[in-house]
T-cell receptor, first 113, second 116 residues
Framework: AQSVTQLDSHVSVSEGTPVLLRCNYS??????LFWYVQHPNKGLQLLLK??????LVKGINGFEAEFKKSETSFHLTKPSAHMSDAAEYFCVVTKYNFNKFYFGSGTKLNVKP | DAGVIQSPRHEVTEMGQEVTLRCKPISGHNSLFWYRQTMMRGLELLIY????????DSGMPEDRFSAKMPNASFSTLKIQPSEPRDSAVYFC??????????????FGDGTRLSIL
């Protein structure tokens, strides 16, 4: 079975400091993993995806994530937070070659000036 | 390119009324998904279609909910009769479903439904 755990429901950082949003997954098979961002009153937008190629994945807006099989983790990072990064972030796992997404419960990122 | 288009963006109606939510997927995408998002339960997959055929409807809460995809460019989610606990944001998503790889889903902006 597939599942995703986002370890923090809320993260607060100051503008210009690094961002770390944590995600652990469990999967019976080689997973595909995604991070999505949701701004208020909007749909989910894809930030990046891992599908068994390079383990360090670069996404949009300066975000990246590293797939660590030994730790079953797929943490999202950004070197320097911007006010516009304040949003909710979702980690998603899916079984390779299947369409069904399993969403984490989300992490709300607050960026302080 | 146009993304996934949902209508209406907001709907407020009284309990007992029929509600119909609409979705136009991205052209060329052959998988379509309906989700519900609430504070209590987060994002829940309600139903998913592939090539207009319902593949997995195990998330549909009860018989009051039904979904159709009469063609590749249109889907509806209907609630009849509606109840206050159906209040939520309903999202539609589509993906190109290329064999051999997992494609990301592209989401619409959602329909915010309030049942009074």
């Amino acid at each position: 079975a597939q599942s995703v755990t986002q370890l923090d429901s809320h993260v607060s950082v100051s503008e210009g400091t690094p961002v770390l949003l944590r995600c652990n997954y469990s999967s019976s098979y080689s997973p595909s993993l995604f991070w999505y961002v949701q701004h208020p009153n909007k749909g989910l937008q894809l930030l990046l995806k891992y599908t068994s190629a390079a383990t360090l994945v670069k996404g949009i807006n300066g975000f990246e994530a590293e797939f660590k099989k030994s730790e079953t983790s797929f943490h999202l990072t950004k070197p320097s937070a911007h006010m516009s990064d304040a949003a909710e972030y979702f980690c998603v796992v899916t079984k390779y070659n299947f369409n069904k997404f399993y969403f984490g419960s989300g992490t709300k990122l607050n960026v302080k000036p | 390119d146009a993304g996934v288009i949902q209508s209406p963006r907001h709907e407020v109606t009284e309990m007992g009324q029929e509600v119909t939510l609409r979705c136009k997927p991205i052209s060329g995408h052959n998988s379509l998904f309906w989700y519900r998002q609430t504070m209590m339960r987060g994002l829940e997959l309600l139903i998913y279609f592939n090539n207009n055929v319902p593949i997995d409807d195990s998330g549909m809460p009860e018989d009051r909910f039904s979904a159709k995809m009469p063609n590749a460019s249109f889907s509806t989610l209907k609630i009849q009769p509606s109840e206050p606990r159906d209040s939520a944001v309903y999202f539609c998503a589509s993906s190109p479903d290329r064999e051999g790889s997992n494609q990301p889903q592209h989401f619409g902006d959602g329909t915010r439904l309030s049942i009074l």
